[in-house]
Nanobody, 122 residues
């Protein structure tokens, strides 16, 4: 199984940047797709970005496209979410998840981290 722990959240000003990290345990992490999700109070959890196990397929929500970049370093069992040009509406708890699926948009995320708070001030 896979255990995930996020870090890197915090308070930033609008227009600033943050880099979130997702540290994974388990030798099989490299065989899982990874996704970043966010959940703001009163809103449904939404997928922000996803990356296939081999790094060849990506998905980004329209709201973050061009601003966020998902990446992974399988040798370090770590996934990342680089967030640039942050907006107040990006404020949420961000969680990473791992799973498998036939396509990048049909991943079943079986493993979840606890989340890290990202707050963007205006």
């Amino acid at each position: 199984q896979v255990q995930l722990v996020e870090s890197g959240g915090g308070l930033v000003q609008a227009g600033g940047s943050l880099r979130l990290s997702c540290a994974a345990s388990g030798r099989t992490f490299s065989s899982y797709a990874v996704g970043w999700f966010r959940e703001a109070p009163g809103k449904e959890r939404e997928i922000v970005a996803a990356l296939s196990w081999n790094g060849l397929a990506t998905y980004y929500a329209d709201s973050v496209k061009g601003r966020f970049t998902i990446s992974r370093d399988n040798a370090k069992n770590t996934a990342y979410l680089q967030m640039n040009s942050l907006k107040p509406e990006d404020t949420a708890v961000y969680s990473c998840a791992a799973g498998r699926g036939v396509t990048i948009t049909t991943i079943r995320y079986d493993y979840w981290g606890q989340g890290t708070q990202v707050t963007v001030s205006s």
